[in-house]
């Protein structure tokens, strides 16, 4: 979880707490964003969600794959989802919650998509978050230029990342990368997704135009 949000521009990690008391400290003097909880603390789910609505913290519940249904606890959290989900997913979640939206079971509605398309599925997981940003860019027909700039890094970098995407994704070129996304649902929605949006935030205290990074706490 971490590592899948290290690299990303608009979100920062301010704590990852290794017991209920870190936990509880941490939420009430980072104040984050969003918090990212494993449902092992679902027993002290009254004292965490009391910090959490005083501050305005969304609340991102992790459960492992066959876990017990917590459904129930859903009132009280904002997402859940399971701890497997990919990268790109995971940072998507994390943007959407900070703007005040809800993601509920949000890895159930993944058996349907991978039974779809299983290939886009499986190149999508192979790619990182920033990778998923260059391709919606190169989508969209930006120039290695626009997109270094976009993304304020050096265009070299750019060109160097697309190297690594075509290996990923066995295309040749940009125009075939385009139309591969084009034609594999998966993909195209993640690409979509990884794109960041201002973060609009009607369950946090940063305001759009500050343009500060959202803050994530993770246990």
Known sequence: MASALAGEEDIRIVGQPH???QLLHGLENFRPHVLVLSSAYLARMEAIRRLCDSHQTAILLLEDHGEADILPFSPDVQGIMERSEDEATIVHCIRHLARGGRVLRLARSHVMEDRQDPVGTRVRKRLTPSELRIISFVVQGFRNREIALRMSTSEQSIK?????????????GRLELALYVVHHR?????????EPTPAI???????????LPLRTFIN
């Not at 160097?160 to 040749?172: A, H, M, P, W, Y």
């Not at 935030?201 to 343009?211: G, I, K, N, T």
Request: net charge positive; no cysteine.
């Open 201 to 211: 935030r009607s369950l946090a205290v940063v305001r759009p135009e500050l343009r």
């Open 19 to 21: 017991s209920i008391g």
């Open 160 to 172: 160097n990342s697309l190297r690594r995407i075509f290996d990923k994704t066995g295309v040749s």
């Open 186 to 194: 998966a993909l195209k929605q993640a690409a979509a997704d990884a």
